[in-house]
């Protein structure tokens, strides 16, 4: 089962979910490249990196858009050419895209005991301290990927996860909360929902 979840947030903001079970020949059917990204596909030595590219071509035709519409900067942010604003994000067996008319960035990462070693480097881990291992992991997991969305909508580098992105506390019950970035002395507050599938997180992140 190819597309995995279709979130509509509004008339204007969508995400899809695949993933990834076919071979790689299944994905590359009927997708054409631009040479940019033919260039970048053939460079790819892992399967799985290759496997998440491709997947992420056929959510883009799901949304109605080819490779053709999507170029990269600079930074490597995509942006679509009729100005929509778009994010992508992939990781292992799950692939994701979402595309908006406000600013957006999505990420998906597996649930993984490593990111607990990494944790002190985005959050004040002391906050944590009463999780028990499972919810520790889910919820560093989290807020690691809200940090990461939120760069993607920034699409610069400078912003520092420790010091210039706060995420609002939440509790399992409640999968949605808001973070506030601090950039050239403003404050912006960005809604972020998060989703838990196959030991797998899902956080996206959308301005207000
Ligand atoms: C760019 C970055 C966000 C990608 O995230 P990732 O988890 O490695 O990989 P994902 O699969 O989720 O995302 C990759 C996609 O992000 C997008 N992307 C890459 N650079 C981007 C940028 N500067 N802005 C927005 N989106 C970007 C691309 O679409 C890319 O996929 P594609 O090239 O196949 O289209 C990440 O590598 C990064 O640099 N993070 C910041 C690191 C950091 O500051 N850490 C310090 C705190 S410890």
């Known amino acids: 089962m190819p597309i995995y979840k279709t979130i509509t947030i509004d008339q204007y903001t969508k995400a899809l979910i695949w993933k990834i079970e076919e071979p790689i020949e299944a ?67 799950f692939s994701a895209v979402i595309v908006s008319n406000r600013k957006v960035g999505i990420d998906i990462e597996k649930q993984r005991d490593k990111i607990k070693r990494i944790a002190p480097k985005f959050t004040p881990i002391e906050e944590y301290q009463s999780l028990g291992e499972t919810d520790l992991i889910r919820k560093l997991t989290m807020v690691w990927g809200a940090k990461e969305a939120l760069y993607k909508l920034y699409g610069k580098k400078g912003l520092r996860f420790l010091e210039d992105i706060f995420v609002r506390d939440f509790d399992f019950q409640n999968f949605t909360t808001t973070a506030e970035v601090y950039q050239n002395n403003l404050t912006t507050t960005y809604r972020l929902n998060f989703l838990e599938f196959e030991s797998y997180t899902c956080v996206y992140a959308l301005a207000l």
């Open 27 to 93: 994905l590359e059917e009927s997708i054409e490249l631009s040479d940019y990204c033919a260039k970048r596909y053939q460079n790819m030595s892992s399967e799985i990196h290759r496997k998440g590219f491709m997947s992420v071509r056929q959510l883009l035709k799901l949304l109605g858009y080819t490779d053709f519409d999507l170029t990269y900067d600079a930074k490597g942010k995509p942006h679509l050419n009729d100005g929509t604003e778009i994010s992508i994000s992939h990781s292992f067996q």
